[in-house]
């Protein structure tokens, strides 16, 4: 133990803009909807490594002090730079499904969401839960993604849930693998996984998509069908 202290520098020396952005994010998508009950999570990259959001706190409450920071480039274990002081915080189960978006894609930034829209979208595509694929075309929005134009047709992967949210792992690589031209994994019944290069482009994503879902169940709504 003090092996590791003596190699971690002292709280001061870091660079904390980044914890203090993940404060701030979290509070917004509290405010959306995407991490009410302790749900959802984020994990931002920067020069100091890869910083973590604990795992089930109210997100919209989270400081800055809260926040893990881990290795970056260390993906098939966890290396914990830097942890709470608060002995009780644990790491955001979503970090084995952070770890894929950085490890595969080499993503600044992840992002997890228990959007609303996200579920019922993904129950209109898949009412048996998946796997499966959400499908939007004709819509603006769909220009603030990653070569994605708004008349081209959008398929975004759905997997099916499990029962403890580390368990999805696999299938979210799969599903990362199978769609390389796409930066975000549905997961049926419980909510989406959005990257980015950096925060500000998952966070853009990220909302794009909600938008998308949301257009596409309020469409299904007023018996509209697809655009
Ligand atoms: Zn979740």
């Given at each position: 133990m003090s092996q590791l202290v003596a190699k971690t520098p002292p709280?001061?020396?870091?660079?904390r803009s980044t914890p203090k952005l993940i404060s701030e994010l979290c509070r917004q998508f509290y405010g959306l909807g995407w991490?009410?009950?302790?749900g959802g999570g984020i994990s931002i990259r920067d020069a100091e490594g890869v910083w973590v959001a604990p795992s089930g706190v109210q997100k919209e409450r989270i400081?800055?002090?809260e926040v893990f920071l881990l290795a970056d480039g260390v993906w098939d274990r966890v290396e914990i730079l830097e942890r709470p002081r608060d002995p009780a915080l644990r790491i955001s189960e979503c970090q084995p499904l952070f770890f894929n978006a950085f490890r595969?894609?080499?993503?600044?930034a992840v992002l997890h969401s228990h959007s609303l829209w996200a579920v019922l979208a993904a129950r209109l595509a898949?009412?048996?839960?998946?796997p499966g694929e959400f499908r939007s075309q004709?819509?603006?929005?769909?220009?603030?993604?990653?070569?994605?134009?708004?008349f081209d047709e959008l398929r975004v992967p759905i997997i099916p849930n499990t029962a403890?949210?580390?368990?999805l792992s696999d299938s979210m690589a799969d599903a990362i693998a199978r769609y390389p031209d796409v930066d975000a994994v549905i997961v049926a019944g419980h909510g989406i996984y959005v990257w980015g290069r950096d925060w500000v482009h998952a966070k853009t994503q990220a909302e794009c998509l909600d938008f998308l879902m949301r257009a596409t169940v309020e469409a299904h709504r007023l018996g509209l069908g697809p655009a």
């Open positions: 709280l001061s020396q870091r660079d991490v009410s009950g302790t400081d800055p002090d595969m894609r080499d993503a600044g898949c009412p048996d839960g998946g004709n819509l603006e929005m769909q220009k603030g993604l990653r070569g994605v134009g708004c403890r949210e580390s368990q």
